[in-house]
């Protein structure tokens, strides 16, 4: 299903794919812009802080997605990134450090070196073993950030204020924040497209069709995926930067094993192999597990019905089964359904 | 570091290795015949446990508990099979994921809902319980070298089956190649399913094992799942003799890391930063073993030939 998807898909019918391309993304991107617009517009609004997790969220499934869908690199230790990330914030922030222009760059520079040095290690293993030799690394990582008891250990570290930019308390209001954190999901999306479209992509692409045969026509196949790897570590750190500084709070349990499965969800439920499948697949799991309890709590007083409204604490019971179905009849994730509704009303 | 602690911890550490073998053999036989990614295995050790408290509640009896709870799980996971998994075998390894974690979330969540969150007991059997004299200052509770030797003789029995029995010939033969196997005629689809079905009984099995010892709760099958995961991918996939020779190793270096990693940090470091650093490094043991293993043998110590 991985190598259908992604590869049927920037071959076939290249105007008219590339228009179909371009137009959900912006979409995407416009009504992200629009939501300030809308929902409470006031810092501190309780639709602000969400929605910017949800695009922190989406930067990293979307580097997730370069490696899992362009790369069938499915990596299990995602979070690390994340936690790292984060964790420069922190720590920087802990010595007096509050400026964006030093915290940006040792937070991608950390997750990058991370990635490189465990993707030495890792991209010798295939498959299910990729998969569980980055969860090592995770839990690797997950556990040395427990241990840093100057930094707060297992209880995480509470950040005094937000990153400066310049001196300037820019990212104190909610809106500025969440604009930057627009601007860096656009940012890692064009990017993103940008190296899955380039000659590089392509020879990415190519490893997870047939490594053999690349590495035959005589390209470094390795190096080609160590690269992609160490990009997407990096943008996993630009992520653990923004959600630092959109909790104000880091903890080892940005870098537990559950939050790498989340973003693999993410992305496999978004549709893989697409990119911006990914941000509707973290959009998609953060806002339902947000609101779920909260739906059914409100269906409960709707029916007055008493038993359907104390329900709402078992959400899960219903995103669980909700899951499997997605995966039962919604090949290709959200995206594939979409597509799917939109491919027959064309031809009606 | 006394003699007493290093006996008393390498028990236990076999005690562990014990379980996550009984885990892992399901584990690595779903995976490896059936090249099936059961997330959901952690979740079907943590209903043996809740099944064999409920049962210890109706019955008032351990051994009922124990067969009544075997057959509950058995049921149980026959049922996932046929309502969910059977649907997803020829899909892809993501899809396999995503599925397996959504009857997580449904089950940890329903077991909070039946029986509460609150963990529950269950009280060792009479005739078990209290200690025994191994050595001159070594008392060690009769429970745990129950659970040893149980799992012992199932690792015995699974070794016989898979060597010598018809079944066990299939289901080798399934791990080195499926397809093969179905293209000579054996209805591949009811192999999966006494695959499955056993692995499911023996998790359960490893649930009610625990219970005595553990606190029953909701989400106590994940930590194991993951650990379960790493001996497999240790022992290499599809390998029950991998299995086994990884699940001790992982029991005891896990063990015998945590109870002496900071006494062996002390060697050479000043007490204080030991005392911080040992618990990290004791919690990330495996995790190093299974990187390391993985580096010099990409397919695991005993990998299932033909793949």
């Known amino acids: 299903m991985v190598e259908s998807v992604a590869a049927a898909a920037p071959e076939r019918g290249l105007s008219r794919a590339r228009r179909a391309d371009w137009t959900l993304p912006l979409l995407i991107f416009v009504a992200f812009a629009a939501v300030p617009l809308f929902g409470g517009a006031a810092s501190g609004s309780y639709i602000l802080s969400l929605v910017t997790r949800v695009m922190v969220f989406a930067i990293a499934a979307l580097a997730l997605d370069l490696l899992v869908g362009f790369g069938a690199l499915v990596s299990f230790g995602h979070a690390a990134f994340m936690g790292l990330g984060a964790y420069a914030v922190g720590i920087l922030a802990a010595h007096g450090i509050g400026d964006a222009l030093v915290a940006l760059p040792v937070a991608l520079a950390a997750a990058m070196l991370f990635a490189w040095v465990t993707g030495i290690v890792c991209l010798r293993t295939r498959g299910v073993y990729f998969i569980m030799i980055t969860l090592a690394f995770g839990q690797m990582a997950y556990f040395t950030a427990s241990s840093l008891a100057p930094y707060g250990g297992d209880d995480g570290l509470t950040i005094a204020a937000r990153n400066t930019i310049f001196g300037f308390e820019v990212l104190r209001d909610d809106r500025a924040l969440y604009f930057v954190t627009l601007a860096c999901l656009v940012g890692a999306y064009l990017l993103c497209r940008a190296v899955v479209g380039s000659r590089f992509g392509r020879v990415f692409r190519g490893a997870r069709e047939n490594p053999v045969r690349m590495a035959a026509i005589g390209f470094e196949v390795y190096r080609y995926q160590l690269v992609g790897y160490v990009l997407a570590g990096g943008l996993g750190g630009l992520s653990g930067f923004l959600l630092a500084n959109a909790t104000e709070f880091v903890s080892p349990a940005y870098m537990s094993w559950q939050r790498s499965g989340e973003l693999i969800i993410m992305v496999i439920l978004g549709g893989i192999g697409t990119l911006h499948g990914a941000i509707v697949g973290a959009a998609a799991f953060i806002l339902v597990s947000e609101w779920l309890p909260e739906g059914i709590y409100q269906l409960g007083a709707l029916l007055q019905i008493r038993s359907v409204s104390d329900f709402a604490e078992h959400w899960k019971i219903v995103f669980g089964p909700l899951l499997v179905l997605v995966v039962l009849f919604a090949r290709g994730g959200l995206i594939g359904v979409g597509r799917r509704i939109l491919g027959r009303s064309g031809h009606e | ?307």
């Open chain 2, 1 to 307: 570091m006394s003699t007493t602690l290093f006996v008393v911890q390498t028990l236990n550490g076999l005690q562990l290795g014990v379980l996550l073998f009984l885990i892992a053999a399901g584990l690595t036989l779903v995976f490896g015949v059936m090249d099936f990614i059961n997330l959901a295995h952690g979740v079907q050790y943590m209903l043996g446990a809740y099944f064999a408290v409920m049962f210890y509640g109706l019955t008032g009896s351990f051994l009922a508990a124990l067969i009544l709870a075997l057959g509950a799980s058995l049921l149980f996971g026959l049922l996932l099979e046929f309502a969910v998994f059977r649907h997803l075998y020829d899909r892809d390894h993501l899809d396999h994921v995503i599925a397996t974690f959504g009857v997580i979330l449904f089950l940890n969540q329903g077991v909070k809902f039946v029986w509460g969150a609150a963990p529950l007991t269950l009280p060792i059997p009479e005739m078990f319980s209290g200690s025994v004299l191994l050595m001159p200052g070594l008392l060690y509770p009769i429970w745990r070298l129950v659970i040893i030797g149980s799992g012992l003789a199932v690792a015995l029995l699974l070794y016989l089956l898979v060597s010598y029995s018809r079944v066990g010939m299939l289901v080798r033969a399934g791990a080195t190649n499926a397809p093969m196997v179905s293209a000579l005629g054996v209805d591949i689809r009811r192999l999966f399913m006494i695959v499955f079905g056993f692995g499911t009984m023996l998790a359960g099995f490893a649930g009610i094992m625990i219970a005595p010892i553990l606190s029953v709760e909701p989400g106590m099958g994940d930590t194991i799942l993951i650990l379960a995961f790493v001996v497999i991918v240790i022992g290499g996939i599809g390998s029950i003799r991998g299995a086994f020779v990884a699940a001790l190793l992982i029991g005891l270096v896990d063990t015998l890391g945590r109870s002496f990693a900071v006494d062996i940090l002390r060697l050479f470091m000043a007490p204080s930063p030991a005392r911080t650093v040992g618990p990290a490094i004791a919690s990330m043991l495996i995790y190093l073993l299974m990187a390391l293993v993985l580096y010099f043998r990409p397919a695991g110590l005993f990998p299932a030939k033909g793949r």
